[in-house]
T-cell receptor, first 115, second 114 residues
Framework: DTGVSQDPRHKITKRGQNVTFRCDPI?????LYWYRQTLGQGPEFLTY????????KSRLLSDRFSAERPKGSFSTLEIQRTEQGDSAMYLC?????????????FGEGSRLTVL | DQQVKQNSPSLSVQEGRISILNCDYT??????FLWYKKYPAEGPTFLIS?????DKNEDGRFTVFLNKSAKHLSLHIVPSQPGDSAVYFC?????????????FGKGTHLIIQP
């Protein structure tokens, strides 16, 4: 499977715990995005990487959230001190050079449930 | 405030007929519009796009129409097939390529009846 891969697919945690999600983009896709989707809503932009550089961050990304893409390949999204409002589907998407930045290839998502 | 609005949460259409999904936007800086399709337990999949310099773009059974003065776009699917049953998201980005990310609507659940 050469699509965008996300792990874990589902994470259940207690409020206050830290969680980390991993995204492996399609090979040679230099642009990587994180989105969040809550029930009944469309995906909401969180952050964007071009290679290893984090170029954009949404105001939705509070200081409890941190994302990295250390070698310009896979990326991690960490949420510290989780709150019930963090329960959502976290979607990763990638995009290759030369293609419109709007045409994203999404992974299947990592669903977070905070109890 | 929702900058991209899909006012119909669901739409039911008979197989073989035309499906028309609507989308309105408020941000006049948007200049690139896309439709994504999402099946349950899968991520969204890019379907079709249109630049603000055009008013129509076709790809097989799918056509997107853009009315800039009305800040309205629509997706037409002709003929509708059972595999088209999915949630459809309208999305938009501002000039400059969308590095700030796409702004999505809430989606319309299209159900194709046999």
């Amino acid at each position: 499977d050469t699509g965008v891969s996300q792990d874990p697919r589902h994470k259940i945690t207690k409020r206050g715990q830290n969680v980390t999600f991993r995204c492996d983009p399609i090979s040679e896709h230099n642009r990587l995005y994180w989105y969040r989707q809550t029930l009944g809503q469309g995906p909401e932009f969180l952050t964007y990487f071009q290679n290893e550089a984090q170029l954009e961050k949404s105001r939705l990304l509070s200081d409890r959230f941190s994302a990295e893409r250390p070698k310009g390949s896979f990326s991690t999204l960490e949420i510290q001190r989780t709150e019930q409002g963090d329960s959502a589907m976290y979607l990763c998407a990638s995009n290759p050079p030369g293609l419109s930045t709007g045409e994203l290839f999404f992974g299947e998502g990592s669903r977070l449930t905070v109890l | 405030d929702q900058q991209v609005k899909q006012n119909s949460p669901s739409l039911s259409v008979q197989e073989g007929r035309i499906s028309i999904l609507n989308c309105d936007y408020t941000n006049s800086m948007f200049d690139y519009f896309l439709w994504y399709k999402k099946y349950p337990a899968e991520g969204p999949t890019f379907l079709i796009s249109i630049s603000s310099i055009k008013d129509k773009n076709e790809d097989g059974r799918f056509t997107v129409f853009l009315n800039k003065s009305a800040k309205h776009l629509s997706l037409h699917i002709v003929p509708s097939q059972p595999g088209d049953s999915a949630v459809y998201f309208c999305a938009a980005s501002e000039a400059g390529g969308g590095a700030d990310g796409l702004t999505f609507g809430k989606g319309t659940h299209l159900i194709i009846q046999p």
